[in-house]
């Protein structure tokens, strides 16, 4: 029998169709209006009246009930109509076709009611709005059976959330499918109506809806743009250690505060953070044993200006304890924030940052931000001290470090080319 649903997907649609059938798991990030729901919804009906198992069972799921019935029951109601012997559940917002297969929208609301059942297919939509308690205690479980497929879509909504660390597990895993649709790509919206959406959202909102931005909630964010430029050059992926070439560290210091270390191979023009590591409340021999315990072969460690203040306990500076050992610290200049913001800034674009290893540095560099004064509409000079901060310390350690590198370089080029004459 030949079944002709009324569906006729956009050029993007049917690529991510064709995708979604090669992966088992996938993470689609979508700017508004993209058409996600009926796509997904399309891909639920496709999936349901191919599949051959026994009573196949598929879910749509929302944040809530509301939306589930409001967002993507009528649309499953309209794309079924053609199919013979199909039956809603208006209650239980269920469809029931000729072959035994089942679609159910279901909500997050309480998982505890989704326990137990079987699923050969799910779509998780508006995912940023999920507990990660329901995907990995209720979901995953129910699709182990019969190795049924999963779908996590939305838009962002900042990063605290499970949609934001899947997005990134998509990016760093080759057996998920991760499709990102900017509105500036795809084309799909008129630009006289994104310019009257831009300006009454602004900016950051804009950028959050429509463009796919995770740092779009995050007022004032200082390295958010840069480090959306570098995923799109592909710079944020997977760095492999290149024996070859020596590892150098950035730190930036503190014991009640976190202690942070970035690993990082200069080659060639080339910036890659291959490592980071972070902890609190521990002296330095717990960090001279982990760079120990590390398969680098060392260069230099880079540290911050106050590893020479003086311990009036001890009378030594932080510097010659770390000497004691076998941390060769080389000290970065003193420099203004602004100014140690401005160098990571310029170096940012020659960076590649590994996503397995750094996962914790790239959420503190799209973070980053300054406090946004309502009364006076500006933001502050300083940039607002938080979990972000002390990764972003080390990373502009790392920026004046090399910096000084670079003008200490040019000076000994300059005497070895002075020459003079003997008369």
């Known amino acids: 029998m030949q079944i002709t649903i009324p569906y006729s997907p956009r050029k993007q649609q049917a690529f991510i169709h064709t995708e979604l059938d090669k992966h088992r798991f996938s993470v689609l990030c979508c700017h508004r209006r993209f058409g996600k729901t009926v796509m997904l919804i399309n891909h639920l009906i496709k999936c349901a009246m191919t599949n051959k198992n026994y009573n196949p069972r598929f879910a749509y799921i929302a944040p809530t009930y509301s939306q589930a019935k409001k967002i993507a ?7 079924t109509k053609n199919i013979p012997q199909t039956k809603y559940n208006e209650t239980e917002l269920r469809c029931d076709f000729m072959n035994g297969a089942r679609i159910m929208l279901l909500s997050s609301e309480n998982p ?3 326990r137990g059942i079987y699923l050969d297919g799910a779509v998780v939509d508006e995912a940023a709005q999920i507990s990660s308690d329901l995907l990995d205690e209720v979901i ?4 182990a059976d019969r190795k049924g497929w999963l779908s996590l879509c939305g838009t962002p909504k900042g990063m605290n959330n499970l949609f934001y660390d899947y997005y990134l597990k998509a990016k760093k895993e080759e057996s998920w499918f991760g499709y990102t649709a900017k509105v500036s790509e795809t084309k799909l919206i008129d630009q006289e109506e994104l310019d009257a959406a831009l300006s009454v959202m602004g900016q950051s909102k804009y950028n959050q809806e429509f463009e796919c931005s995770f740092i779009g909630n995050i007022k004032g964010s200082i390295y958010g743009d840069l480090l959306n430029k570098l995923e799109d050059e592909k710079r ?4 492999v250690y290149d024996p070859s070439y020596p590892v150098s560290t950035a730190w930036d210091i503190g014991f009640n505060d976190a202690t942070s270390i970035i690993f990082y191979q200069v080659i060639g023009n080339s910036i890659n953070i291959i490592d980071f590591y972070e902890n609190n409340n521990e002296a330095f021999p717990h960090y001279a044993q982990y760079l120990k315990e590390k398969d680098y072969v060392f260069e230099k460690h880079l ?3 106050d590893l020479e203040q003086t311990d009036f306990t001890t009378g030594r500076t932080k510097r010659e304890v770390a000497y004691q050992l076998g941390l ?18 310029m170096i940012l674009p020659r960076c590649y940052i590994d996503i397995d290893n750094c996962t914790k540095l790239i959420n503190s560099l799209r973070h980053y931000h300054r406090k946004y004064n309502d ?5 502050a000079a300083k940039p607002v001290h938080s979990w972000a901060s ?4 080390a990373m502009r350690v790392l920026a004046v470090g090399l910096d000084r590198e670079k003008f200490t370089n040019n000076i000994n080029l300059q005497k070895d080319y002075n020459y003079g004459f003997n008369l």
């Open 375 to 379: 009364k006076d509409r500006v933001y």
């Open 73 to 79: 029951w009528d649309y499953l109601k309209f794309y």
């Open 328 to 345: 060769k610290f080389r000290i970065a200049p003193k420099l203004s924030i602004e100014d140690g913001i401005h160098a990571v800034k």
């Open 390 to 393: 002390h990764a972003c310390d």
């Open 236 to 239: 944020i992926t997977r760095v």
């Open 140 to 143: 995953r479980p129910a699709l």
């Open 112 to 114: 505890d009611s989704l």
């Open 303 to 305: 540290g911050p200006h």
